[in-house]
């Protein structure tokens, strides 16, 4: 069993598909052997930060989605009133853009 999750999280790492139900039918409690569940521990540990990570990562995208839709008028009008060039402006509001979505995460 612990075969399988290594190998679900080295096939997620690699293709970046979710194998969810592999990590889900394996959880380090079904582990007798103390060294085994400490190892299928570590491995849900760093699947799960990556899932975090990935989910992190769409947040962000969404963000410069919204940012090239909403805020290009903010930012064109902005820059016509400011000695800053516009990609200064847009870089601060992806920055800010990209904290929102940490606050919410």
């Known amino acids: 069993m612990l075969d399988f ?3 679900a999280d080295e096939y997620e790492e690699r293709f970046g598909t979710d194998l969810g139900d592999f ?3 394996a959880p380090p ?3 007798y052997h103390e060294r085994l569940r400490q190892v299928a521990h570590k491995v849900h540990e760093i699947r799960n930060s990556r899932v975090q990570e990935r989910e992190n990562m769409k947040k962000r995208e969404t963000y410069d989605d919204q940012l090239r839709g ?3 008028a903010f930012i064109e009008e902005f820059s016509r ?4 060039e516009s990609n200064e402006i ?6 800010l853009r990209h904290w929102e979505a940490l606050q919410w995460s």
Request: neutral net charge; glycine residues 4%; hydrophobic residues 50%.
């Open 5 to 7: 999750i290594i190998q």
């Open 70 to 72: 909403q805020d290009r």
């Open 81 to 84: 009133a400011s000695p800053l």
């Open 90 to 95: 847009a870089a601060v509001i992806s920055g």
């Open 29 to 31: 409690s079904r582990f």
């Open 23 to 25: 990590f889900e039918a």
